[in-house]
C-alpha cells in the first residue's frame, strides 16, 4: 500500500543553496568565509541581542537560540565551501517543542526564533502561523486533510506554532480525526523542512504523554525548550517594562503594592506568569484613569498621566479576597 505523499505547493527548488549559485539581488551572501562576515550579512545579531534586551530572565531558552543560531551560521559556512550535501531532505531538522505553563513567553520566542531563521535565509518569509486543533482537525469525515493542507500552505515559508498540539490527538476516540492531521503534518516536517519549521507547544507533561503515543513526531522534534515559570522578581522586571514600553511608570509605593499584588495573585488559580502581569497592570491603568477622570477641572500634568499610584493597585480583586 502507497501512502498519499502531501506536497505543499510554494517551496522553491533548493537551488539556492548552491553555492555555485549566488540568488540574485542578494549581496554575495555565499562568499562569507568567517563567522562575523554571516552575522554581519544576516544581521542576526541585532535580534539575538534584542532578544536578551527584551525579554526579561529565560536564560536557557536564550542560550539554546545562540546554540541554534551558531548551528546555522557553521552551516552556512560549510555550504559555502562545499561541505554541504545536496537536496533538500538535508537541511537541519529545525522543529521544536516548547514546552511550559501559559505565559512564560513561548509565543514571543517563536515570533523571535522566525525572525532568526529568516534573516539566516532558511525560511522564506519568517511569518508565524498560530493555530489550535480546532484549526487542523474537521468535524466530519473528508474535513481534515484540507484543512490541515490550507494551514500548511499558509506557514510555508515561515514557522507553524501548535498550541497545545496533544490535543491533536485523542486516544479515547479511536476514529479520532486528529490522527489524519497528525500524519500530514509528519510527511510536510519531513519533507519540506527546509521551508516550514514547525513549534508545538504546551503543558510539559501532556507533551511528554503525546510523544510517547506518538514516536513519529518524538523523532522529528530536534529541539526542546523548556519555559520555566519566572519568579516574583522577573515578574516585577517585566512589569517594569511593560509599563515603560506604554509609557507609565510605577509611582511611589506602587510597585511595592504590586509586588504585594503578585504574592497573592501567584497563589490563586489560573495564574499565568508575565500573562497575568499584562492583564494587571491594563487593569490598573482602567483604575488610574478612572481616578482621573473623575476630577474634571483639574489640569493634568505629564505625570499625573503616566503614573500610577499604590491605589490603582490595591484596589485589585485579589486584595479583596484576602481581607474577607
Ligand atoms: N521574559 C519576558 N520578558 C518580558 N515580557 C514577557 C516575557 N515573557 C512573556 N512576556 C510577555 O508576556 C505576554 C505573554 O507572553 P506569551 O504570549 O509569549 O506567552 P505564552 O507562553 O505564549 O503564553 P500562552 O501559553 O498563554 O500562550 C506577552 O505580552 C509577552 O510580551
Ligand atoms: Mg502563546
Do not use: W
Amino acid at each position: 500500500m502507497t501512502k498519499p505523499l502531501y506536497s505543499i505547493p510554494g517551496t522553491p527548488q533548493p537551488a539556492a543553496a548552491s553555492p555555485a549559485a549566488p540568488p540574485a539581488g542578494e549581496p554575495a551572501s555565499t562568499g562569507a568565509r568567517t563567522v562575523s562576515e554571516v552575522l554581519a550579512q544576516s544581521q542576526i545579531e541585532a535580534v539575538m541581542d534584542e532578544l536578551d534586551r527584551d525579554l526579561v530572565g529565560l536564560a536557557p531558552v536564550k542560550q539554546r537560540i545562540r546554540d541554534i543560531a551558531a548551528l546555522l551560521v557553521i552551516d552556512k559556512l560549510r555550504a559555502n565551501l562545499g561541505l554541504a550535501a545536496d537536496g533538500r531532505h538535508t537541511a537541519p531538522s529545525l522543529h521544536m517543542c516548547f514546552t511550559g505553563n501559559p505565559g512564560t513567553g513561548k509565543t514571543t520566542v517563536a515570533l523571535r526564533i522566525a525572525e532568526i531563521l529568516h534573516r539566516l535565509g532558511y525560511v522564506r518569509k519568517g511569518h508565524v502561523v498560530s493555530v489550535t486543533r480546532d484549526d487542523l482537525v474537521g468535524q466530519y469525515i473528508g474535513h481534515t486533510a484540507p484543512k490541515t493542507k490550507e494551514v500548511l500552505k499558509k506557514a510555508m515559508g515561515g514557522v507553524l506554532f501548535i498550541d497545545e498540539a496533544y490535543y491533536l490527538y485523542r486516544p479515547e476516540n479511536e476514529r479520532d480525526y486528529g490522527q489524519e492531521a497528525i500524519e500530514i503534518l509528519l510527511q510536510v516536517m519531513e519533507n519540506q523542512r527546509d521551508d516550514l519549521v514547525v513549534i508545538l507547544a504546551g503543558y510539559k507533561d501532556r507533551m511528554d504523554t503525546f510523544f510517547k503515543s506518538n514516536p513519529g513526531m518524538s523523532s522529528r522534534i530536534a529541539h526542546h525548550i523548556d519555559f520555566p515559570d519566572y519568579g516574583n522578581e522577573e515578574l516585577l522586571q517585566i512589569a517594569d517594562r511593560m509599563l515603560a514600553a506604554q509609557h507609565y511608570r510605577f509611582g511611589p509605593g506602587a510597585r511595592e503594592a504590586f509586588e504585594q499584588y503578585l504574592e497573592r495573585r501567584m497563589r490563586q488559580p489560573h495564574f499565568a506568569n508575565a500573562r497575568s502581569v499584562r492583564n494587571a497592570l491594563d487593569r490598573a491603568r482602567l483604575r488610574a484613569a478612572s481616578r482621573l477622570f473623575a476630577d474634571r477641572e483639574r489640569v493634568l500634568s505629564e505625570a499625573d498621566l503616566t503614573t500610577l499610584m499604590p491605589d490603582d493597585i490595591l484596589a485589585s480583586r485579589v486584595f479583596q479576597a484576602a481581607a474577607s
